[in-house]
């Protein structure tokens, strides 16, 4: 079976380097922020061109803390897609806001911008954009929704490590960019973690105190806060990984173009690239409207698929308050029948490629 995704290859091309550095942090004894922690927040804000990148213990923690350092708080209402993981909407809900989805563009399955102004009310103040599936949303449009509405943007990263937007990395354009290092993200950990980028002062001093219980000197709480911080042996093992996510993300964007030469069924959409966003393929997305057939052909073939996202997020049962019902976002609810992921990580083999493509191109409805 040719699995959606292989994590132990990778870790056996870095094994010394990763052993070494756990086994540096064990020795430290220094397990909860401290250096660490540190050097590796230091050379994320370097990679990505930023003035903060704060530690935090997971991706949906990043989106929570950056909305409420953000100053977002019960009543507002905060736009984002219903084409997403449930936590990017979630974190909203959480501290009392309300989500507002608006619809997708049916190519980048991204927030579809045009549609956003209608969706503003006077109690709208964030927007969290979501880079999926590793491509960029079009950013220059929802800066300008922000900037006209007076609104803050939390871009949702947890796909989009290393992913540019005309130039710049995502997560640097908005107020904050939260990334996740979730094991299976383009930049994974070996557990939960995440990360919180900004160039605010202010929303990196709010930040920090909210990741620690409201302290900057231990025992001494400014304000109520969380226990939300990123394991010293998480940050070195990423600090290690972070050498190498270039040359990861360049050898999934290959996978990606093998795919796309290769695969040659009417049936069959491949992904889209806008020329604006260089795409880091967190995953190969196609759509095929005979997508149940198709994966259960490929299982039998040996190949294993997986379908993100198979409900929208106003659909969802936790969200049947909202208000919202079939036909709502008919591009979001169309891509949620069509979308099919498939296998792709930077050590995917060119047989495997093959294989695939080949079992897709002689799929018959
Ligand atoms: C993975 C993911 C998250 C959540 O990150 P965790 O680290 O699992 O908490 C949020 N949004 C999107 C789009 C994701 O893919």
């Not at 009310?121 to 599936?133: D, E, W, Y």
């Not at 290092?181 to 973690?193: C, H, I, R, S, V």
């Not at 208000?323 to 029948?337: D, I, N, R, T, W």
């Amino acid at each position: 079976m040719i699995s959606v995704l292989d994590l132990t290859e990778q870790y056996l091309e870095i094994k010394n380097e990763i052993d070494r550095a756990i086994s540096e942090v064990v020795r430290s004894g220094q397990f909860i922020l401290g250096r660490f922690v540190e050097d590796f927040e230091k050379e994320v804000a370097t990679y990505l061109k930023v003035k903060y990148a704060i530690g935090v213990a997971s991706g949906t923690d990043a989106l929570y803390l950056a909305l409420l350092a953000s100053g977002i708080k019960r009543g507002d209402e905060v736009i984002t897609t219903p084409f997403t993981f449930f936590a990017t909407a979630e974190v909203t809900s959480n501290i009392g806001a309300k989500p507002v989805f608006v619809d997708i563009e049916p190519k980048t399955f991204n927030i579809n911008v045009e549609k956003i102004e209608k969706a503003i009310t006077s109690r709208t103040k964030a927007i969290i954009p979501v880079h999926l599936f590793g491509h960029s949303s079009r950013m220059d449009k929802i800066m300008q929704a922000a900037s006209k509405h007076n609104l803050k943007i939390v871009e949702d990263c947890a796909q989009s490590f290393g992913a540019d937007y005309r130039g710049r990395k995502t997560g640097t354009i908005g107020d904050a960019g939260c990334f996740s290092f979730f094991p299976t993200k383009n930049l994974g950990a070996y557990g939960d973690g995440g990360m919180i980028v900004t160039s605010s002062d202010e929303i990196a001093e709010k930040v920090k105190l909210l990741r620690a219980h409201g302290s900057e000197k231990k025992y001494y709480h400014k304000i109520l806060g969380y226990n939300s911080r990123l394991d010293a042996i998480q940050a070195a093992i990423l600090k290690v990984k972070l050498k190498y996510i270039d040359i990861w993300n360049k050898k999934r964007a290959a996978v990606a173009r093998k795919y796309r030469e290769s695969i040659v069924n009417k049936d069959i959409v491949s992904p889209f690239e806008d020329k604006d966003s260089s795409h880091v393929y967190h995953q190969y997305t196609i759509r095929c409207p005979y997508r149940d057939n198709l994966k259960d052909y490929l299982a039998k073939e040996g190949i294993s698929t997986m379908v993100y996202y198979p409900l929208s997020l106003h659909l969802q049962e936790a969200y049947k308050d909202l208000g919202y019902g079939a036909g709502s976002f008919p591009e979001s609810e169309k891509a949620q029948k069509e979308v099919l992921s498939l296998p792709i990580y930077p050590e995917l083999s060119d047989d495997n490629i093959k294989y695939i493509s080949e079992k897709i191109n002689s799929f018959r409805t």
